[in-house]
């Protein structure tokens, strides 16, 4: 089984994917890219509304497989827009000097029904080698793939050491297909 999924909002480009040769659409109201940080001991949900992915994900030629996301930083939202527009600044995401977020995988292996996913990751001026699990699943119609994430803030240079704000944001990424 060969699978190619690109995604995006749907406002950016036309979204196709293709998994067994049968054209197939993302489904947005199951799929987000979103995050979590806590703040004053408050969790605070975010999220990226614009991104685009590609994974070619081939079960039988992992070597060939690869997989590759980009979020337009401008697109935060955490539902509090003077909050957002804090975050977009130099000191956070410095949306201006970095609009995007991108991750290339560099290695795929099998484990279990899943896969590990290693890559590069840049936020910012930094990039970082990273491992996630990638798991594809079923909802009903849907093929569902699924990660998560979780950085130190501080090691890609998004904002400074705070008493009030964790270092840790979990980033987790759904993207279902129908």
């Known amino acids: 089984m060969k699978i190619i999924i690109y995604t995006g909002v749907l406002v950016l480009m036309s979204i196709v994917v293709f998994a067994q040769g049968t054209p197939r659409t993302v489904d947005y109201a199951s ?5 979590k940080i806590k703040n004053a001991g408050i969790g605070v949900d ?3 509304k614009e991104y685009t992915a590609t994974i070619q994900l081939d079960p039988k030629n992992l070597g060939a497989s690869y997989i590759e996301g980009k979020i337009k930083t401008k697109s935060i939202s955490t539902g509090i827009s003077g909050r957002d527009n804090h975050l977009r600044k130099e000191e956070f ?13 560099i ?17 910012k001026d930094v ?8 798991s594809p699943s079923k909802n009903g119609a849907l093929d569902v793939y699924q990660t998560s994430l979780a950085i130190n803030r501080l090691d890609y240079h998004v904002g400074e050491d705070s008493w009030t704000m964790s270092d840790d944001v979990l ?3 759904k993207i ?3």
């Open 31 to 35: 799929s987000a890219v979103a995050f």
């Open 46 to 48: 975010g999220s990226f």
């Open 93 to 105: 995401l410095y949306v201006d000097k970095y609009p995007e977020i991108h991750f290339k995988s």
């Open 107 to 123: 290695a795929i292996k099998q484990q279990g029904n899943a896969y590990l996913v290693t890559g590069k990751l840049t936020i």
């Open 127 to 134: 990039t970082k080698d990273v491992s996630l699990t990638l």
């Open 171 to 173: 980033i987790t990424i």
């Open 176 to 178: 279902a297909t129908k």
